[in-house]
């Protein structure tokens, strides 16, 4: 069964912190993409991933970095958080396919409280 | 989302149709996915789209127009499980990038 783990569910963190959000996929795909979910602004990608040590920016990525070292973790980092990356994130990969057809496979999400 | 439009609540019957629409203004298209997302859990892949026409999976119905930049997902004999929040996504060819829909949350009532 096709699976993509994040590392934690619920995390709270003080605003300034470093905050790790892990996340491995056992399908050998090559594409990995970290989203936010807000209420109202639906899913909006903060970074994606098409190879090992291979990034791209996404639509919102101030305030994020990320980390591909190993192809199946791609990892997402916070320097110094704040209060409005108060948020749900997803991580998802998807197969590398010109064909068109790499639907994505999402994990449990985790839901991050900046105080 | 990234110029993807879809309505945001929806309400139906249990056993009856609901149609969930989708607009959306894009170059470089690949394709037009739906996922389904429960509330607190992650979306799980419904249909996808990549030439015009209807694509029909049990109870659930995806159509898309490319010319119209257009897609509707048709759900048939709702149940109570369907509650759920809708999303529609294009793919762009290039990128391998999604962009989603802000999603529809529908509430099928009794």
């Known amino acids: 069964d096709v699976k993509v783990t994040q590392s934690s569910r619920y995390l709270v963190k003080r605003t300034g912190e470093k905050v790790f959000l892990e996340c491995v996929q056992d399908m050998d795909h090559e594409n990995m993409f970290w989203y936010r979910q807000d209420p109202g602004l639906g899913l909006r990608l903060i970074y994606f991933s098409y190879d090992v040590k291979m990034k791209e920016k996404g639509d919102i990525p101030e305030g994020y970095s990320v980390s591909r070292e190993k192809k199946e973790r791609f990892s997402l980092i916070l320097e110094s958080a704040s209060t409005n990356q108060t948020s749900m994130y997803l991580c998802?990969?998807?197969?590398?396919?010109?064909?068109?057809?790499?639907?994505?496979?999402f994990g449990e999400g985790s839901r991050l409280t900046v105080l | 989302g990234q110029n993807i439009d879809q309505p945001t609540e929806m309400t139906a019957t249990e056993g009856a149709i609901v149609q969930i629409n989708c607009t959306y203004q894009?170059?470089?298209?690949?394709?037009l996915f739906w996922y389904q997302q429960h509330a607190g859990e992650a979306p799980t892949f419904l249909s996808y789209n990549v030439l015009d026409g209807l694509e029909e999976k049990g109870r659930f119905s995806s159509f898309l127009s490319r010319s119209k930049g257009y897609s509707y997902l048709l759900l048939k004999e709702l149940q109570m499980k369907d509650s759920a929040s809708y999303l529609c996504a294009y793919l762009l060819y290039n990128f391998n990038k999604f962009y989603f829909g802000s999603g529809t949350k529908l509430n099928v009532k009794p």
């Open positions: 894009t170059s470089g298209f690949n394709g």
């Open positions: 998802a990969s998807s197969l590398l396919s010109r064909g068109g057809d790499g639907e994505l496979f």
